[in-house]
């Protein structure tokens, strides 16, 4: 069975091991969601369950930091086994809309007019089939930052890392990575940027999120898999509650005004 279909059939029933191979759906963002999916669906049958990835040591690592940054759950055992790596498209791709599992840390009730930010600059194309809707321009980004002091608030930029979605801001020991962003994202009113790992934080920690999948800077032949990315994984999986989701750059500076405002 492919990953997706080893979690849907822990869905519908128990079962002592879940086995996670690794079809690329490795980003940091993607195993806090499985994971936090799996904890919660494990309230249903409250028995043990092993959870195996089969992941190379530096997605492993994601693994762990997800552990760090949820709470703990006695129904869960998450171990490393050697990887196994599989084609994407074998796979079916998703993410898991729940209520996520409840975090160590929380945002603060004192208001900061502090903004996280992360914009990708650079997506290298090695890292995915598509080039996604990740990319924009450092000249945006100086754009966003304006925009979001002309509306009386201070943008802070997360870290990464590596440099391989064009941060500047990179610390490359997974654990203090994992460290600085929850504090960062403790201390500000807002989140916005891209969807990714820093959105997933956000869901999980109720901040409230203005977040772009920017399918204007799509490129062939990845024009078709984002735009089926974005109908039918990330927009049902959006919480509207706390995020609302943008489609282009242009979208992103229009609505933040009014985000802002919501969030005063």
């Given amino acids: 069975m492919n990953n997706f279909e080893e979690i849907e059939d822990y869905t519908n029933q128990y079962k002592p091991e879940v086995n996670i191979l690794?079809?690329?759906?490795?980003?940091?963002?993607?195993?806090?969601?499985?994971?936090?999916y799996l904890y919660?669906?494990?309230?249903?049958y409250k028995k043990l369950?092993?959870?195996?990835?089969?992941?190379?040591?530096?997605?492993?690592?994601?693994?762990?930091n997800a552990e760090e940054f949820l709470k703990p759950c006695q129904f869960i055992r998450n171990e490393k086994r050697p990887e196994i790596k599989k084609p994407w498209e074998e796979n079916k791709y998703t993410l898991y809309n729940h209520e996520y599992w409840p975090t160590k840390n929380s945002k603060t009730k004192i208001k900061?007019?502090?903004?996280?930010?992360?914009?990708?600059?650079?997506?290298?194309?090695?890292?995915?089939?598509?080039?996604?809707?990740?990319?924009?321009?450092?000249?945006?980004?100086?754009?966003?930052?304006?925009?979001?002091?002309?509306?009386?608030?201070?943008?802070?930029?997360?870290?990464?890392?590596?440099?391989?979605r064009g941060s500047t801001n990179i610390i490359t020991d997974y654990r203090d990575l994992l460290s600085v962003n929850m504090k960062i994202l403790e201390s500000v009113d807002a989140y916005v940027g891209v969807e990714g790992n820093i959105s997933h934080m956000c869901r999980a920690m109720k901040i409230p999120s203005l977040i772009l999948y920017n399918m204007l800077n799509s490129k062939p032949p990845a024009v078709q898999i984002n735009n089926n990315v974005l109908t039918k994984i990330v927009a049902p999986y959006v919480d509207e509650k706390?995020?609302?989701?943008?489609?282009?750059?242009?979208?992103?500076?229009?609505?933040?005004?009014?985000?802002?405002?919501?969030?005063?």
């Fill in 112 to 164: 900061t007019n502090k903004i996280a930010i992360d914009i990708y600059v650079y997506f290298n194309p090695g890292r995915s089939v598509i080039n996604r809707f990740k990319v924009s321009s450092k000249a945006f980004k100086e754009i966003l930052s304006d925009t979001i002091r002309d509306n009386n608030y201070e943008p802070v930029e997360v870290f990464h890392i590596d440099g391989e």
């Fill in 242 to 264: 706390i995020q609302t989701l943008v489609t282009s750059e242009e979208l992103l500076l229009k609505e933040i005004p009014n985000f802002l405002k919501k969030i005063s």
């Fill in 49 to 64: 369950t092993t959870v195996k990835w089969f992941y190379r040591e530096f997605d492993y690592n994601k693994v762990i």
């Fill in 40 to 44: 919660t669906t494990s309230l249903k």
């Fill in 22 to 36: 690794n079809y690329c759906d490795n980003g940091f963002g993607d195993i806090l969601n499985k994971l936090s």
